[in-house]
Every structure is written in C-alpha cells, then in structure tokens.
C-alpha cells in the first residue's frame, strides 16, 4: 500500500460536519492521516479524529522526522495550506498528487503533475468493502 497524506486546505462549506465526515471517511477508507489547515473545518473536530494533525508544522520542521513521513501520495482538499514548511515538504517529496475539488482553478501552487477530481467532497458517495475502495460522483 501506497504512504499518502490528505491535505485539507481552506474550504468554505455550509454543512461543516459533512465536510468534516467525507474527509475522515476517505482517511479511514485509505488509512491516510489529515494534515488539516487553521482556517479548515476539521479543526473544530479534533477529539472526533484520531489521524488528524494539526501541529504538522512543528513536525516538518524536524529534518528526520519529515523524511520518514514523506508520502508517496497526497490527496489535497480545498486550496493548499499557507504553510511553507508544508509546501517546502510536498515540493521535495515527488509525490503522485490528487485535487479534490469542483471549481476550475488551479489549486495546486506547487505546479507539479497534478490528477484533479472535478467534484465537492460534499458529493463523493464512499462505501467501503475489505480490500475495495469505491468512490463514485
């Protein structure tokens, strides 16, 4: 199995707790830890999600540390954090990277190979089934 983060940037929702249980779904779904915005949602959820991490600056900023973490996958929600010790992190990782999101902007500052899924995360229909993982619009 691929090592993957999801990045949930800033992202205006009108149903909060929605949004807050198809993140956490999709995180459980591939077993991906949240690295989760100050201005995102989710924040408000911390004691509900046990693989969100909101510290992440502290962490990265821990040369050892962020080399065993870097992913091999990130999957972005929203619009990317104003972090530059994130944005430095993802740049160097070389990762294969996803946009969730249904606007036509270009979400992804880095400018790398990005895979955008044209759609609100309000709208990803996720069951799950050992060893199968179904998202559908």
Known sequence: QSKGIIIAGVFNTNNPDLYCKQIFSLSKLLKYPILAEALCPLRNYAQDLPDLINTYDILLR?????????????????????????????????????????????LNPLHNNTHYIRANIHDLDMEYEPNKLHISL
């Open 62 to 106: 821990n040369d050892k540390l962020a080399d065993e973490l870097r992913p091999d996958v990130v999957i972005q929600i929203g619009e990317f954090p104003t972090s530059k010790q994130l944005r430095g992190w993802v740049e160097d990782s070389k990762v294969e990277y996803f946009v969730i999101d249904n606007r036509p902007d270009n």
